[in-house]
């Protein structure tokens, strides 16, 4: 969910995950959101009305503790409890081996 800082009101919410969110990314320039959750998936939510889910990836085997953007915007990587680092090329949302 996201909330107005003003009033506390709720603005949208993003669904999709069955177990607690445990990172969140807005991706800078775009209406992209990234969640991560402790089930080990990944999704890119579009920040519109509705909210939609563009991308959704199980390339974990466990929670994903942390996502970060390459400089370019080219690239995502998701770590996990796994042990696993996982690059995922933006352009053809698909796993980079």
């Not at 669904?15 to 775009?30: F, Q, R």
Request: proline letters at 2%.
């Amino acid at each position: 969910r996201s909330h107005n800082l003003v009033n506390g009101s709720e603005l949208k919410r993003f669904e999709g995950h069955n177990t607690d969110i445990s990172a969140l990314l807005c991706w800078p320039g775009t209406s992209k959101v990234v969640s991560t959750a402790w089930d080990g998936t990944v999704k890119i939510h579009l920040d519109e009305h509705p909210v939609t889910v563009k991308a959704d990836f199980q390339h974990h085997v466990d929670g994903v503790t942390c996502v970060a953007l390459s400089t370019e915007m080219q690239r995502m990587a998701t770590g996990g409890t796994d042990g696993r680092v996982v690059i995922y090329e933006l352009k053809t949302l698909k796993v980079d081996h």
